[in-house]
């Protein structure tokens, strides 16, 4: 199984801070070929709402932080001190949610 954040792709491309490095990255081909490819081998991808606060929430606690610049990419939790990298945290909620999702 795979989770993946579902993202405002054009959206996301209206942003001049993030539209060059989305463009470049291919975002949306990759998501067409990940799901080909997912599907090809039998196994299941899961697309969890963009709305859920990934980055913000503590994996560790549920801890929710008010404010998260895009430019921070560490922080600390005020529930349970952990010193949380940004993306490693969004990814570990984003999989948290999924499988959430897929046992419902
Ligand atoms: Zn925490």
């Not at 291919?26 to 990934?54: H, M, N, T």
Request: hydrophobic fraction near 40%; aromatic fraction near 6%.
């Amino acid at each position: 199984m795979i989770c993946v954040e579902t993202l405002n792709i054009t959206g996301m491309l209206k942003n001049k801070t993030l539209a060059r490095a989305i463009s470049d990255a291919g975002w949306g081909e990759f998501l067409r070929q990940l799901a080909y490819k997912a599907d090809w081998a039998g196994r299941q991808l899961i697309q969890v709402s963009q709305w859920l606060p990934s980055s913000k929430t503590c994996h560790h606690c549920g801890h929710k932080t008010k404010k998260l610049p895009l430019s921070q990419r560490h922080w600390h939790c005020n529930g349970c001190g952990q010193a949380i990298d940004r993306d490693i945290n969004a990814a570990r909620n984003i999989e948290t949610a999924g499988l959430a999702g897929v046992a419902c």
